[in-house]
């Protein structure tokens, strides 16, 4: 794991001072909210409907036992005994005060967190792969990369006022769990005919009002160019970009309206110019970077654990959890686990500072200190042995931690919603808990098998429903709350945006909609092998929707 | 003209707060002071503006309410949210909204 060096350090300190000098100023009169917003901005906190809220970045989604256990003192000490995790791999607070802001960002300094670059329009916390240097189909650890662009873009002068925020994902492995398609850009490490290591870039791509898949602008830039490429990306956009329309000003509308062809002779112009300047990536420093993401220290292992087995045979629950959230290692003899914070009728998400310390606890003990956030809102514990996988699960159930429904109905990617975001215009969390009960029934979510469900709250589509395989937005009728339902959303490889079935629905009939969507696919699908998306691409919207409204 | 209402967040918590009948910001919904005419507005406004000035509350607006038998009421979801908070249990029910 990535660890600060002196630039680090002082950077995160200077800015802890800055910003606590800020909030005396605001308390005190000196800046009046219309100066002080911007500054807040900066450093993660947003006011919400009911309270401020601060955003926490994991770069990446990779943090230790030691932030995890900040993390539950400051939700312990500071806010009321939780945290949220949010689809960009970061930890949310619900109800900080101002006051404590400063105090909690000296904590959180103290483990070697920040809340920068979590908002405003710069460059935000760059995502990835939540199995990144565990998965078995992993040609690269996506980490390293990660990092370097942590290192490039934070504070960067050029791209500190973009003309909107600018998000990077990074996969490094064949099937992408980062989402690097819906992305202002995206980068997948890929092998070459040579068999040279670089990334594919894809541009453009992005929720919000306009739902758009990235485009490829380039099909192999050689990994050394990383920085000169995404400066030259960046650059393009930041020039041309449209700043008279907040709601046109991503660079996903700027590749659709230019179009991708002319993006590209645009951005490989610049990047010719700039290439072989300090921006080409030393490999010195690569391999600098990359010695803080080298493997742990793995036993040698056989392939399958005999306890392992064991305990699988005797105990159907743990059985039935490992059959959904555990999840093959690179290494013989190791697992990944995932933590699924989707419990029945809870919010999703959501994390008491007790959890957060079982979780630490076990990560320390069993998972080589190594804890991941995912952008569906679940934990992840990386390098898991298999003999030591039941020992994991007795104390994630002891502590309401091993709900196991991880790609079923009831492990939703849910966004706040009305209930805490001052832009929503539904909730979303009391469908999602709806929802959740409906289906609670494990058996009957393993037999509809795998079905990626989100929700967000307004069309700015923080809950990922355009990419979810059944998609629910929440909208506004004359002060009612009514969902949208959307089917055929991807965000892998294949990623798709989902199509609108029909006219929305009552607050009090979504539940029984989404049932309904659900019924439909279990009669015509082609056997339980068949998905619940590949049964719709199949058979197309029409049976759904003649179905649904009849 | 419609019943209105003025609310705003309190600058040091965030919490949702209404100027009540008392002269004060208060998180009591149902204290709101209620105006029904451009001069009770105008009053309202002033008020916010003062308190903004002296750095007790931010993001003050006048709300649309209607009055029944049991007092005022919100108009939006929204509006009724802020009024009683959230409506879920947060932190996996382990402790209650509000």
């Known amino acids: 794991m990535y660890r600060y060096d002196e630039f680090d350090y002082d950077f995160v300190q200077q800015r802890v001072a800055q910003f606590g000098d800020q909030v005396e100023r605001r308390i005190e009169g000196d800046l009046t909210e219309d100066q002080f917003k911007p500054l807040r901005l900066m450093n993660g906190l947003y006011l919400q409907l009911h309270a401020y809220m601060l955003r926490v970045a994991i770069p990446y989604g990779t943090f230790n036992a030691a932030q995890m256990r900040k993390m539950a003192h400051i939700a312990r000490k500071y806010d009321r005994g939780y945290g949220h995790f949010t689809t960009r791999q970061n930890l949310q607070y619900n109800w900080p005060v101002l006051k404590d802001v400063p105090e909690i960002l000296k904590e959180l300094a103290e483990v070697e967190m920040h809340a920068i670059q979590t908002s405003g329009n710069c460059i935000r916390n760059t995502t990835s792969d939540q199995y990144a240097g565990a998965a078995a189909d992993e040609i690269e650890d996506p980490r390293v990369y990660c990092e370097i662009i942590r290192q490039w873009s934070s504070l960067h002068p050029e791209f500190t006022f973009l003309p909107r925020k600018f998000k990077v994902a990074v996969t490094g492995a064949t099937t992408d769990r980062a989402a690097i398609r819906v992305h202002d850009i995206g980068l997948a490490i890929v092998k070459n005919d040579k068999g040279e290591v670089g990334f594919e870039v894809h541009v453009g791509g992005g929720q919000g009002r306009t739902p758009m898949i990235g485009k490829v602008v380039r099909e192999f830039l050689p990994k050394e160019h990383l920085l000169s490429y995404l400066e030259a990306v960046l650059r393009v956009y930041n020039q041309i970009g449209r700043r008279d329309n907040k709601y046109k000003a991503r660079i996903k509308i700027l590749v659709h309206e230019t179009g991708i062809d002319e993006i590209r002779r645009l951005v490989e112009a610049e990047w010719e110019r700039i290439k072989d300047t300090a921006l080409k990536l030393p490999l010195e420093e690569v391999d600098r970077i990359n010695e803080y993401f080298s493997p742990p220290s793995f036993e040698t292992l056989d392939a399958t654990s005999r306890l392992f087995e064991i305990k699988r045979f005797e105990h159907r629950d743990f059985a039935t959890w490992v059959r959904a959230n555990v999840v093959a290692h690179k290494q013989a003899g190791y697992a990944i686990a995932n933590i699924s914070l989707k419990p029945e009728g809870e919010a999703p998400g959501d994390i008491t500072d007790d959890q957060m310390e079982v979780v630490a606890d076990l990560a320390e003990k069993y998972s080589f200190d190594e804890i991941r956030a995912t952008h569906e809102q679940n934990l992840v514990l990386p390098h898991v042995k298999q003999e030591d996988l039941y020992e994991v699960f007795s104390g994630l159930k002891a502590a309401g931690l091993a709900t196991a429904n991880l790609g079923l109905i009831s492990d939703m990617i849910v966004c706040p919603g009305l209930d805490y975001c001052a832009l929503a215009n539904a909730r979303s969390i009391p469908v999602a808990q709806a929802i959740s009960k409906r289906f609670s029934d494990i058996e009957r979510q393993h037999d509809i098998g795998e079905l990626k469900l989100k929700i967000s709250g307004c069309i700015n589509a923080c809950g990922h429903h355009h990419v979810g395989h059944i998609g629910i937005l929440g909208v506004d009728r004359k002060g009612e709350e009514y969902y949208q339902i959307t089917l055929g959303g991807n965000a892998n490889e294949n990623a798709a945006i989902g199509k609108i079935i029909g006219p929305s629905f009552a607050y009090d009939k979504i539940v029984d909609a989404v049932e309904s969507v659900v019924n439909i696919y279990l009669e015509l699908r082609n056997g339980a092998e068949e998905s619940f998306l590949e049964a719709y691409n199949r058979v197309g919207m029409a049976p759904f929707k003649e179905k649904l409204y009849a | ?98």
């Open chain 2, 1 to 98: 003209m419609a019943l209105q209402i003025m609310t705003a967040n309190r600058l040091l918590g965030g919490e949702v707060v209404y100027f009540s009948e008392n002269a004060e910001w208060t998180g009591d919904f149902s204290a709101a002071k209620t105006v029904d005419d451009s001069d009770g507005a105008a009053v309202l406004l002033d008020e916010a503006e003062k308190a903004e000035a002296n750095q007790l509350i931010v993001g003050p607006y006048l709300v649309k309410v209607e009055r029944d038998e049991t007092g005022i009421r919100t108009l939006s979801v929204k509006e009724g949210i802020r009024a009683k908070g959230p409506t879920v249990h947060y932190g996996h029910g382990l402790r209650q909204a509000g």
